[in-house]
């Protein structure tokens, strides 16, 4: 069993900040590329921001200045620093990690995608 658990959602008015956090346990050999995704009311979900195991981060085009990704290896954890934010930032922000894991056989093992449940922000004044 693998788990993301979001934390750090809320209300923040225009130009406000939050930090959302996303925790992953369980069953791992190995966590990849992980990410922050949002869907806001009516649109399909969208990438906010990416990071691989080596640090490097790429944003969506709206994002760029404004939003920070960053990763803990060692605690399993990827973390999403969002300011300056407007209106236009709300939606469901989801954590997202691809994931190594192994098999049951030795020397063999699978890669997966996995999702947390979805932590609401919202900007409003």
């Known amino acids: 069993q693998v788990q993301l658990v979001e934390s750090g959602g809320g209300l923040v008015q225009p130009g406000g900040s939050l930090r959302l956090s996303c925790a992953v346990s369980?069953?791992?050999?190995?966590?990849?590329?992980m990410g922050w995704y949002r869907q806001a009311p009516g649109k399909e979900r969208e990438l906010a921001a990416r990071?691989?195991?080596?640090?490097?981060?790429n944003y969506t085009e709206s994002v760029k200045g404004r939003f920070t990704i960053s990763r803990d290896n060692a605690k399993n954890t990827v973390n999403l620093q969002m300011n300056s934010l407007k209106p236009e930032d709300t939606a469901v922000y989801y954590c997202?990690?691809?994931?190594?894991?192994?098999?049951?056989?030795?020397?063999?093992?699978?890669?997966?995608?996995?999702w947390g449940q979805g932590t609401q922000v919202t900007v409003s004044s």
């Open positions: 369980g069953s791992i050999f190995r966590i990849n590329a």
């Open positions: 990071i691989t195991t080596g640090g490097s981060a």
């Open positions: 997202n990690a691809h994931i190594t894991r192994w098999t049951g056989v030795p020397g063999y093992y699978y890669n997966d995608e996995y």
